[in-house]
């Protein structure tokens, strides 16, 4: 369904059997080596073999070697343990066949820009770090099956993620992810450049598909983990009685989100921000049960689903969204936090987090994302030298 152009895996390590049964004479060479094994006569005892059969024998092994092996080599690339990320001109990987080992981290870019930003690159490292046995995938609208890019581009970014092991850098095609849900019909008809808020509506489309399809965790690219989520099915707490989307797990085929997705059909205004996103999430958590006020940190349950309390991941409300990029005079544990959401959506000033700042943002790079602190100040040492006209 979905395609690929960065990671696959190797062919399947198929060995065609001969028409073994014909006439009830002929066997399949698995047979006859199973047997051979079996029966393995002691050599001083057996009888010559021919010099056909000899050969015979000799393939037979080989054969068997090279089956044996290949199942092993793809046991080894599949495991959910062990993730190799390969660059174009080598073996690939499907976007279904990372999404089926299951537990998937997803993030999703659904502008066209190609190079994420730092803050991009720190919220992938993070969850690579945090989660290192499970897949972590980012998907890019900007990347297609023409865009020949591989672990040596331009792209520091690229080169940076791709040399984690378990990061998986694919296109999103929504059109094949919408396939075989509510939202398909959605997409036919919607015209994107009419469309208020369409980057916005698209990714809240897509990262319900997604979970539902293959289950696993969502998480907005501005979000640092800091430790592990220990719930399967949850919705994230933006404050009391409100839920964001930013942050969300079920595991695939769960009924909730089959739900969100027809009622972001029927509920659809793409002229309201938030209203296929938080509002949405809100309103149908609120058709479960009733929501009440959180006291202290404790988590809340609505019928199996977990409803974690803000300070797992909004311990800064986004009023204060600032404050990430503000020294500190004692920084805050976040000893109650799974991740941190820093609102990139309200930094409309680009605040960005500049090496020897001291600022909070930057002690988080610094712990969670050290491979992209490290890029911040080797390209901050690039623009500090001088160039041929300062000379």
């Known amino acids: 369904m979905l395609q690929t152009v960065w990671v696959s895996s190797a062919g399947s390590w198929a060995l065609q059997e001969s028409n073994s049964h014909r006439r009830g004479k002929k066997r399949c060479w698995k047979c006859r080596f199973v047997r051979t094994i079996i029966q393995h006569p002691c050599r001083r005892h057996a009888p010559k073999r021919s010099r056909r059969e000899r050969m015979l024998r000799k393939i037979q092994i080989c054969l068997c070697f090279c089956f044996v092996s ?8 599949l495991s959910s343990s062990v993730f190799s990320y390969l660059p174009v ?55 297609t099956n023409e865009t020949a890019l591989d672990m040596n581009t331009s792209y520091a970014a690229f080169s940076l993620l791709s040399s984690m092991k378990n990061v998986f850098i694919f296109p999103l095609q929504m059109e094949a992810i919408f396939q075989e849900t509510p939202l398909l019909q959605w997409y036919n008809q919607v015209v994107p450049e009419q469309e208020k808020n369409w980057v916005h509506v698209s990714s809240d489309a897509s990262r319900l598909a997604l979970i539902w399809k293959y289950g696993g965790i969502y998480m907005d690219t501005d979000v640092i983990s800091i430790r592990p989520i220990p719930q399967q099915s949850f919705l994230a707490a933006q404050k009391s009685r409100f839920s964001s989307n930013g942050i969300f797990g079920f595991p695939a085929r769960h009924k909730f989100i089959w739900d969100c997705m027809e009622n ?64 500190w005079d004692k920084s805050p544990s976040f000893n ?13 000033n680009r605040k960005v987090v500049e090496a020897g700042s001291n600022t909070l943002a930057e002690k988080l790079y610094k712990t969670y994302c050290p491979s992209t602190y490290e890029d911040l100040i080797q390209n901050a040492k690039h623009r500090d030298l001088p160039g041929p006209e300062d000379a």
């Not at 001109?89 to 730092?118: C, D, M």
């Not at 109650?336 to 409309?348: E, I, P, Q, T, V």
């Open 336 to 348: 109650h936090s799974y991740a941190l959401h820093l609102w990139n959506f309200m930094n409309r």
């Open 70 to 77: 290949g199942i092993l080599y793809e046991i080894s690339l």
């Open 264 to 327: 972001f059909v029927l509920k659809y205004n793409g002229n309201i921000w938030g209203n296929q996103g938080p509002f949405l999430m809100t309103r149908m958590l609120k058709t479960l049960c009733n929501l009440t006020d959180f006291r202290g940190t404790e988590d809340h349950s609505c019928q199996n689903i977990s409803f974690l309390n803000p300070q797992r991941f909004y311990p800064i409300p986004y009023p204060a969204w600032g404050r990430y990029y503000q020294v």
């Open 89 to 143: 001109a080598q073996h690939y990987l499907t976007p279904e066949q990372v999404l089926n080992l299951g537990k998937s981290i997803i993030f999703l870019e659904t502008t066209e820009r190609l190079e994420p930003p730092p803050l991009v690159s720190c919220s992938v490292e993070s969850a690579a770090r945090i989660y290192q046995d499970r897949p972590i995938i980012l998907f890019l609208r900007g990347l």
